[in-house]
């Protein structure tokens, strides 16, 4: 069996194994490149019926506007139920990128997704995190359990032998699932490229307007953007390799304005892919933390 071909049994496996074990699963759907392979994979897992779960995405109302029409336009293609949720009260209280620092990722994410959680009495919690991307997200089992506070606890996880996964909760408990577990950031480029799978554009590189800010090129994606002195928009030649709230993201400069060109790129990357990531160089919020607290 080819590599993709074996990465591809395996996930499927995994999501038939959480529909079967779960009362009430549901998938985080992020609109990214990894969510676009799993809701590719969910089709392919149930075909000919849709996906028997919902699928859910956290709303911080700070996601590039490009990346909102694509999740509308997927959604209404595939006919899969979305979930839209927003921490409402940390909107009213005008939490943002600019003004909480690391907190709004607390409380516009973490805060989030426990409280869509929780409301929707979800028990098994399909993520699109992977291994290769960064050294926490390493520890996790492909079944990663949580306590009834969404908490997890890397040092004290149920072993995985066999591919057997133990998906038993008690009340309140869940376990976060993660198909791609295996995969790696070539992978999944190879097998969107072979599977013709659609992805945000913005994974492509274009001329673009941009500020140079604290190392990272952020995008002027809409006037919420405050200018600091002496800052000006350049338009330059970007793509992004990994993509959230706009303000928090950083672009890397490229000519890769195809799949081909990324699967090029990416064989002579020497860089993380979770470089532009502004919440991931915040040592008070470290990504281990926050997937303690509850972080997806």
């Avoid at 028997?52 to 029409?69: G, Q, R, V, Y």
């Avoid at 790696?184 to 307007?209: C, F, Q």
């Avoid at 140079?212 to 090129?217: N, S, V, Y």
């Avoid at 950083?250 to 532009?276: D, N, W």
């Amino acid at each position: 069996m080819k590599h993709l071909d074996s990465l591809e049994a395996e996930s499927i496996h995994i999501l038939r194994e959480t529909a079967a074990q779960f009362r009430k699963p549901v998938l985080m759907y992020s609109i990214g490149k990894d969510s676009s392979v799993l809701l590719h994979l969910a089709r392919k897992a149930f075909y000919p019926s849709r996906p028997p779960f919902p699928f859910l995405h956290i709303d911080t109302t700070w996601k590039f506007h490009e990346m909102i029409a694509f999740r509308d336009k997927r959604v209404a293609e595939e006919g899969v139920d979305l979930i839209v949720h927003t921490n409402r009260a940390g909107v009213e209280a005008g939490v943002s990128p600019f003004t909480h620092g690391a907190a709004y990722t607390d409380i516009m994410k973490t805060q989030a997704l426990r409280e869509a959680l929780t409301q929707g009495g979800f028990d098994g919690v399909i993520g699109g995190a992977r291994r290769d991307e960064e050294k926490s997200r390493a520890k996790e089992r492909v079944f990663s359990f949580r306590d009834a506070h969404h908490r997890w606890d890397p040092k004290n996880q149920r072993p995985e032998l066999w591919n057997t996964y133990n998906g038993r909760v008690g009340k309140g408990e869940s376990v976060r699932v993660f198909p791609l577990s295996n995969w790696t950031e070539l992978d999944i480029w190879l097998y969107i490229l072979r599977e013709s799978i659609p992805v945000v554009p913005l994974y492509l590189a274009k001329p673009r307007p941009v500020v140079e800010r604290d190392g990272a090129l952020i995008m002027v994606d809409d006037n919420r953007l405050p200018l600091e002195p002496g800052e000006t928009p350049q338009t330059r030649w970007v793509r992004f390799r990994t993509l959230g709230c706009y303000p928090l993201t950083g672009a890397i400069e490229s000519r890769a304005a195809s799949l081909p060109e990324i699967i090029a790129e990416m064989l002579v990357a020497r860089t993380s892919e979770r470089q532009g990531r502004l919440i991931d160089q915040d040592q008070a919020a470290s990504m281990e933390m926050k997937k303690q607290e509850g972080y997806f």
